[in-house]
């Protein structure tokens, strides 16, 4: 399958209970069995799923609990942090989907007017009831040098979450592109790079693809064979530029598009 040739893409992150999340695969494989499943709605929404990974293993939900009082006494934040603790103890175990849509056309777009349409088609809302957290955010993809979009899937998957200051993003995605040789050499490959348009700014979501084990100190090792100048003006003043980061190990959802093993292969060779 090849990607579609866009810059705009949706990013989203949907929590799910743990006893709950095999009927929302059920349903969702259904929904985007065909490639551009919201073109039910509308023709304008030709979005078609592009990426789908989960949370390797079930974790607690925890969402802070909203500021239901303000009060000026002084044990106020003392039994604020009870309230948390007793709320996160009784939060259920979830997973979450991490989902890309491609968005090729952004001209006259109404997802508001899209969703109100969505909200009558009850196979669609039966995946929305199903949902403890959904959030999205539009995102433009960055042009990595050699980057492999059409390929089979490895073992493992990163998410990497970066923030930014203003002046620093551009420095750190030439650098970032420079080292994608490297990575790939051992065993690191791109599956997308996207720049936050909405949501929180100067921010940056890398998703990459590895038979290794998904920590970000083998992921270094990767530099390793660079002469210490070399890591100097690239890695080190890379990371140097980076205000905080996440760092999530994911696995592919069971409804994921399916993708060419042979052009992983030759790109391999290539490399």
């Known amino acids: ?71 000026s006494r002084a044990d106020f934040s003392k039994r604020a942090a009870g309230y948390h603790d007793s709320m996160l103890e009784r939060q259920p175990m979830v997973h979450q989907y991490v989902h890309v849509w491609s968005v090729p056309d952004i001209d006259d777009l109404d997802l508001a007017r899209l969703m109100m349409k969505v909200a009558d088609y ?74 936050n348009v909405t949501g929180a700014l100067n921010v940056v979501t890398e998703f990459w693809e590895t038979d290794e084990p998904t920590s970000l100190e083998s992921m270094m090792k990767a530099f390793t064979g660079y002469a210490p100048r070399l890591r100097e003006l690239l890695v080190d003043q890379m990371l140097e530029l980076i205000r905080s980061e996440r760092r999530e190990a994911l696995t592919i959802a069971s409804y994921a598009p399916k993708r060419s093993q042979s052009a992983r292969s030759a790109s391999v060779r290539a490399s």
């Open 122 to 195: 009850k196979p669609y809302m039966d995946i929305n009831s199903l949902i403890l957290r959904e959030e999205q955010v539009f995102v433009r993809k960055v042009k990595l040098p050699g980057a492999l979009d059409d390929r089979g899937y490895g073992k493992n998957f990163v998410r990497l979450t970066r923030r930014f200051e203003s002046k620093g993003i551009g420095p750190y995605l030439f650098k970032a592109g420079a080292l994608v040789p490297e990575l790939k050499r051992n065993g690191w490959y791109p599956l997308g790079q996207y720049q």
């Open 1 to 71: 399958m090849t990607m579609p040739d866009t810059d705009y893409f949706l990013h989203v992150n949907i929590t799910v209970p743990e006893d709950k999340h095999l009927e929302y695969e059920r349903l969702v494989t259904e929904f985007v069995a065909e490639p551009a499943p919201f073109k039910r709605f509308s023709k304008k929404a030709n979005y078609s799923l592009d990426l789908a990974l989960r949370s390797k293993d079930p974790f607690q939900f925890q969402d802070s609990p909203q500021a239901w009082a303000l009060s």
